[in-house]
């Protein structure tokens, strides 16, 4: 999930979805935050740090001697996103479009996603076994 919402290996994503190649003002999420919050800093400067560190928490994840790192690191960030989701700046509802005009909303698919996000961090994080001390 992390890497597909950074760079969208997908050979058609939708538009304001992908958090390193949305133009600034394009991403639907930290667009929303920043104009319910007030604070210009979510995007696309916010938006950027979000997306490297969740890059850097899916190659934690592939390498074995620091898979419990990269799963602690995507709990932090599943956390924060239910943070936000949880708030009045995000809601768990995310319109699917940045037009006024348009009201539909992705029905809560993201916000669950975040939830299901950070289950499977933390089951890695007790599941997976630790470096045997000698």
Known sequence: ???????????????????????????????????????????????????????????????????RFGAALSALVCGAAIGFHLSPWLGRNIPVSLDPANTATDGGQLFMLSILMLVASLLVMVVHPGRIRG
Not at 38 to 46: D, I, K, Y
Not at 53 to 60: K, Q, S, T
Request: glycine share 6%; hydrophobic share 50%.
């Open 1 to 67: 999930m992390f890497i597909q919402s950074t760079i969208a290996p997908l050979p058609d994503p939708p538009e304001g979805s992908v958090k390193l190649f949305d133009a600034p003002g394009q991403n639907i999420v930290f667009q929303t935050i920043s104009e319910r919050s007030g604070v210009s800093l979510f995007e696309p400067a916010g938006r950027f740090v979000i997306a490297i560190i969740e890059l850097v928490a899916a190659f934690f994840l592939l390498l074995p001697f620091s898979r």
